[in-house]
């Protein structure tokens, strides 16, 4: 059983994030913590420089809220929202919080992935924890 699990949420796909939650719940150990982690994808400062002041700020605090939304009623599961590459940061914030174990969910494989990788891929192939992938 696992003391710190983290589930990765993304929004840009319609998935069903109580199976994941599910999963980690019962990979969980008694008191275990579990992390609903969405990672905003980063603005290129070339880009930045032309968005409104303070709309950066505005995205992130409308994705905590609509990761908020999202776990209304889900007890035990602290939602986080941070900024930068999905697949790098994931791998990171999991080192800096002594997760233990990642339940990420992944897309039926496809020719894509081939060329483009995939988050859930990246996770599993660089993590330094346990990763469960679930379909």
């Known amino acids: 059983m696992y003391k710190h699990i983290l589930v990765p949420i993304a929004f840009d796909h319609e ?7 599910g999963i980690a ?3 969980s150990e ?3 913590k579990i992390t609903a982690l969405h990672v905003m994808d980063e603005v290129p400062a070339y880009v930045a420089q032309y968005l409104p002041e303070g709309r950066l700020e505005e995205n992130m605090a409308e994705l905590k809220e609509r990761l908020a939304k999202e776990l209304e009623g889900k007890d035990g599961v602290e939602p986080v929202v941070i900024s930068g590459h999905p697949g ?3 791998i990171e914030y999991a080192k800096d919080n002594d997760v233990d174990c990642i339940v990420v969910a992944s897309h039926r494989p496809g020719i894509q992935d081939y060329f483009l990788g995939s988050t859930a891929a990246r996770v599993v192939r660089h993590a330094a924890c346990s990763v469960h992938v679930c379909r």
């Open 88 to 90: 790098h940061s994931i």
């Open 15 to 21: 998935r069903d994030v109580n199976e994941a939650l």
């Open 30 to 32: 008694e008191g275990g």
């Open 25 to 27: 719940r019962a990979l």
